[in-house]
């Protein structure tokens, strides 16, 4: 099992950039592929970004394509999502989440993950 823990959501004028961090427990983090979700409120949760467990391979949502990068620090049991040109629409509650495949691939279903993180909310401002 893993425990997850996000940070460095905020506040944020459209253009601007955060950079979110999710920090994992235990010795088994380089075993799962990591994904970043988002949902805003009235709204389903809808996939970001993932990362294969060795950083190799990785996916995004069409929305955040070009603009967010996913990566991982498996020597520090973190994954990283580096937004910028951020927009108003890119407003949401933003969860890390671990999938525990047997394969090694990023997917996008969030019923496909095993643990999840509490969350960090992320405002952007025009």
């Known amino acids: 099992q893993v425990q997850l823990v996000e940070s460095g959501g905020g506040l944020v004028e459209a253009g601007g950039s955060l950079r979110l961090s999710c920090a994992a427990s235990?010795?088994?983090?380089?075993?799962?592929?990591m994904g970043w979700f988002r949902q805003a409120p009235g709204k389903e949760r809808d996939f970001v970004a993932a990362i294969s467990r060795g950083g190799g391979t990785t996916s995004y949502a069409d929305s955040v394509k070009g603009r967010f990068i996913i990566s991982r620090d498996n020597a520090k049991n973190t994954v990283y999502l580096q937004m910028n040109s951020l927009k108003p629409e890119d407003t949401a509650n933003y969860y890390c989440?671990?999938?525990?495949?047997?394969?090694?691939?990023?997917?996008?279903?969030?019923?496909?993950?095993?643990?999840w993180g509490q969350g960090t909310q992320v405002t952007v401002y025009s």
């Open positions: 235990g010795r088994t983090f380089g075993s799962y592929v």
């Open positions: 989440a671990a999938d525990r495949q047997y394969y090694n691939q990023p997917r996008r279903a969030w019923d496909e993950y095993d643990y």
